[in-house]
């Protein structure tokens, strides 16, 4: 299990892994299958102790851990929470987790947290100031992070620069990793009518640590056309297979995480999907 | 731009707001799009009050619960993205909420159901074996302090919650009427209310203050007309709740140090 040599804000192995979720936890450690590492939601392990840290401190003794923040708000107009901040401090100090990302997003505004990825214009402005978060939060933890595209709806007229420019942008001026989520940009280019194959090859492989396979439903904005929604509700869609084809075809293999946060399936179910992308990997598959 | 975010999050949570404007797809208007975050932002708070409560949601219906959850998370959102503290203004808010003023029960439910929660998510704490306790004499465990687990919460309610909360979470039996007093304890990792004895929420209210058991059997005593305290101590017991026993302030005899 070598790590990918390309960006240091991952240890993760470049092989397949599943979001961990509580239910799985005696076939995760009897029949992990392809399932070579397991990736927690940062916010839901900051108790002090109980069944969900219990089980935390028993898979990290045999699998790699991604810790995925959804909390920190990098896209909002304030600076992350101090709070927060130690408390991702904290968990991160035992887990020793073999990377940490967040989302090109905001949840939280005026002391308020709303449990969503919210969207941001991308403007110069808007880019200062992103990276002046990610610089904050990778002082404040001691690494650095992984940084992931989100999935959009719609676009902001002010904005001046196009996801990849911004993207790319944050990631040269503050060293963070980039995470990939292709499920996130097949989402996005049907929603806002781009190529996603284009998006594919241009983006800056170089520095992505990680990548995120998802499900989405499929849905009709008022005015009749396709609105995909990102859900994580679901098995991973062909377009998304083809498109992570795509892009192992260019990087080759890299630490592939299978995202299933809703109407979670059986652990057979979830780790044939991780199967899935390793057979991709390995080669054994053709997609396209 | 520094007030787009303030404006955007009035227009999700309040759909009578008009949708932000320069919401764009190409260069067509995208405005019908605002919805999608409408939408995920309650419907996520929504589900979030829905792990947290399963007991007022199944007393008051998947429908009316949704309902008044659309119109709690719009009063009160989470001050924390750690989802687990989220909901501590439910009690209050329902005893201001008419629709559920027949319902008198209910803010102590929701408190009951919060303070589960939070045992759930409690430092763990390895108890003191049942055996060593019975080997004490009683005159020596009288001036021990009892040292409780962290996870153990109490409760006192002019209501049957406890029952309530048994009667639709485990399927116990129908609950009758009355108050209880309630601990609740983490015997490993599943917190479980369980009705005390009379005097027995005295008793802890004194041991979790640091009181010795004598002291706080004589406050009880003063407090209520019958205390149990056998039958205290062996729940405490059987919860697995004492995790040290001390000798007056100092030099424990068993336990954690």
Redesign the interface.
Known sequence: MQSHPESDACELPASAGVGYKEQHFREILESPGDVAWLEIHA??Y?????????QLRRLRENFPISCHG????IG??EDP?E??LD?LRNLLEWLEPASFSEHLA???????????L?PL?Y?E??LARVCRHVDQVQEALGRPMLLENPST??????STLDELEFISGISERTGCGLLLDINNVHVSST???FDPADYIDSFPFDRVGEIHLGGHEEDQ???G?T?L?DNHAAAVADPVWELYARAIDIAGPLPTLIEWDNDVPDWSVLSAEAARASRVMTGQVRTS | ??A???G??SA?LDPERPVP??????SRQ?T??????RN??VV??IE?LESSFPVIRKLLGDEFFMAMAGVFVRRF????????HFGKDMPEFLLSFPPVAHLPYLPDVARLEQLVRES?????AKPVSAEFIASLPPEKLSQTQLLMA??IRLLRSDHPICSIWRANAVGGPKPSYGAEDVLIA?RE??PEPVVLPSGGYEILQMLLSGASLLDAFGHANAECGEVRLDETLSLLVRYGAITEIRNGAHAPVEGRQ
């Open positions: 916010e839901n900051m108790g002090k102790g109980g069944r969900p840290i219990a959804v909390g920190l708000s909002g107009e929470d709070h927060h408390r905001w949840s939280t505004h005026d002391g308020k947290y709303f449990n969503d919210l214009p403007t402005d808007s709806y719609f676009g902001f007229e002010e929603n806002m009518l904005d008022p005015e056309a609105l929604i | 731009m520094t787009r975010q303030a955007f999050i999700v404007p320069g919401l764009v797809n190409k995208a019908g799009r605002f919805s999608v975050y995920n932002v996520g708070l979030a959102p989470p001050t924390s993205p750690v989802l687990s759930y998510h409690e430092a763990d962290p996870s983490r990792f599943d």
